[in-house]
């Protein structure tokens, strides 16, 4: 039976192999037909028909109840937010009083370190004036975006105040101080353009990031060799860098480490590579340079060679909102293009009257500047020696930063210890200071550690006693 199947599959073997081998079976139009073209075009024949038929689709059945109601008690939906844990439960110390350099927590007075109020302001007569006189003028709220009817004459005043402050040719103001990076840089970069920034960037600025859908490269933290291994790399893979738009962004003060972006070597790397420059100076302005422009006047840069300069004034002017300046161009583009100033309701008047008053106090008073630096001195050296912390803060910069020498093991260990540093500190000592959290969306590679924000009104005995308080709760907590 075996054999008598293999002399029958050899059979037709040769014979599909003489079909196939046989000279011309036909002349179509004086053209030779072999036998294999013939196979091929039924076969095409019948792809075409598989492919124009129709599908076949099974007659639905609808579910009876029982079946619907089995299929409800299996089903478990996906949570909207992720489980609570003891750790999302923490609530921070609450103000009760104005954020100056003494407040009001839970009762207590203490001596207030976590407040950006670098200037004193908070709580400044004039500057209190000025807020009542636009409430009685203005109201409260503008109720309009800036395009619809939203634009009041102290908006015009205030941008041409900062624009002559600072030396720029215009200026544009936003309501909300978080939301000028995270829409400046989305009006400017889009999908296909190229950005270099710092890895230690704060999370608004990440977000403006990764709003903007162009190509983002890292460089290391304040890093000038790795800026600049990084404007080369993406100037020598760009096939047409010149058809690309390519900036670096960086902040003057970075908010995660206190140090201070070396301008006057970013703007020769900027010129070199052929990038523009986005610089956030939220914890400079009012701070650095012998009047208090900003990282320009500190490092001797002319300000117009940087492109865009944003900045919040919730700082160092104690009143809220944030400003963008540059170029007539570039803040033109904005009234159009950004999405923070276009669809949101315009600063509040007052808010806008306490920023013109607070820049008229810095022009008035500059030894201000002075009282601020000698503050950041002392408390700097003072914490030069604290067990088991290092500073990894420029000494010029209002946000003292503190870190752990060594690591606990892990992230959650080390913001453990450190909270327990801070809640110690403000319990046993009446000192109010701040850790560096960050939210699951902050993608900040950089050190946690502890911030504490000098003011100038602090005083002495104020900074010697966050010191002593600090080595202390140290001593004890860290092994």
């Not at 420029?394 to 327990?420: C, E």
Request: charged content about 20%; some cysteine.
């Amino acid at each position: 039976m075996a054999l008598a199947m293999v002399n029958v599959t050899a059979s037709v073997l040769d014979w599909v192999s003489s079909y196939f081998d046989a000279p011309t079976r036909a002349v179509v139009f004086g053209v030779p037909i072999d036998g294999h073209l013939v196979v091929e075009a039924l076969l095409v024949v019948v792809i075409l028909f598989q492919l124009t038929r129709k599908s076949y689709k099974p007659p639905k059945k609808p579910l009876t109840e029982k079946e619907i109601d089995e299929l409800c008690d299996d089903w478990v939906p996906e949570p909207l937010t992720p489980q609570i844990t003891e750790d999302m439960t923490y609530e921070p110390p609450t103000l009760e009083s104005a954020a100056g350099p003494h407040a009001i927590v839970n009762g207590k007075e203490v001596v207030n370190f976590a407040s950006a109020n670098y200037l004193g302001l908070v709580g400044n007569e004039k500057i209190t004036d000025s807020c009542v006189g636009a409430l009685e003028k203005y109201g409260v709220g503008s109720c309009g975006p800036r395009g619809f009817y939203g634009t009041i004459d102290v908006h015009l005043d205030c941008e041409q105040k900062i624009a002559k402050f600072l030396g720029t040719p215009d200026s544009i103001l936003y309501s909300y101080g978080i939301s000028t990076i995270f829409s400046v840089i989305p009006a400017f970069c889009k999908k296909g353009d190229i950005i270099v920034a710092d890895e230690g960037v704060h999370w608004a600025v990440q977000n403006g990031l990764y709003l903007s859908r162009s190509t983002v490269v890292y460089f290391k933290h304040n890093d000038m060799k790795s800026l600049e291994n990084k404007l080369e790399e993406v100037t020598r893979r760009s096939k047409h860098p010149e058809k690309v738009r390519r900036y670096i962004v960086v902040e003057a003060i970075y908010q995660n480490s206190g140090q201070i972006a070396p301008l006057d070597e970013i703007v020769r790397l900027k010129e070199k590579y052929r990038f523009r420059i986005i610089l956030d100076e939220s914890h400079s302005f009012g701070v650095l340079g012998n009047s208090g422009r900003g990282l320009a006047d500190h490092c001797g840069v002319p300000i117009e060679k940087i492109d865009i300069i944003t900045a919040g004034m919730g700082n160092a002017l104690a009143t809220d909102g944030g400003f963008c300046t540059g170029s007539v161009r570039v803040v033109d583009h904005q009234r159009l293009s950004s999405s923070g100033y276009v669809f949101s309701a315009s600063l509040p008047p007052y808010l806008v009257s306490a920023a013109i008053a607070a820049v008229d106090y810095l022009e008035e008073n500059p030894s201000v500047l002075s009282k601020l630096r000698t503050n950041i001195a002392t408390l700097f050296n003072e914490l030069s020696d604290v067990p088991g912390l290092v500073l990894a803060s420029h000494i010029l910069s209002p946000i003292v930063f503190l870190k752990l020498k060594k690591s606990t093991g892990t992230g959650k260990t080390d913001i453990d210890l450190l909270d327990s540093i801070a809640k110690q500190a403000l319990e046993e000592d009446s000192v109010l200071i701040a850790t560096t959290k960050r939210s699951s969306l902050d993608k900040c590679k950089l050190p946690i550690g502890l911030r504490l924000f000098v003011s100038a009104s602090h005083s002495e005995s104020d900074l010697l006693k966050a010191a002593a308080s600090l080595k202390r709760v140290a001593a004890l907590l860290i092994s």
